[in-house]
């Protein structure tokens, strides 16, 4: 399995994740109409970038389990 690229790295941990999920439902919270085009926005840019961050934490967390289990194999701990 290859190394996940540093943007992956960068994008795809706890605190990235984590506050642009609250951010995004935050504005429902908040009671932000969708007529409002800016926040509108802000919300779908809040969604998209979500998505590939949680794609990215994903594919970091499915690399250290593979690296551990690899490890494991070889006798090595971690």
Do not use: H
């Not at 984590?18 to 951010?23: H, I, K, N």
């Not at 998505?51 to 990215?56: E, I, K, P």
């Amino acid at each position: 399995m290859r190394k996940p690229p540093l943007i992956a790295y960068l994008i795809g941990n706890a605190f990235v994740v984590l506050p642009l999920g609250l951010g995004f439902f935050s504005f429902g919270w908040l009671g932000v109409s969708q007529a409002d085009n800016f926040f509108g926005l802000l919300a779908i840019l809040c969604a998209v970038v979500g998505f590939f961050a949680t794609r990215a934490y994903a594919r970091v967390r499915r690399y250290e389990d593979w690296q551990r289990d690899w490890n494991a194999l070889e006798g090595r701990q971690k």
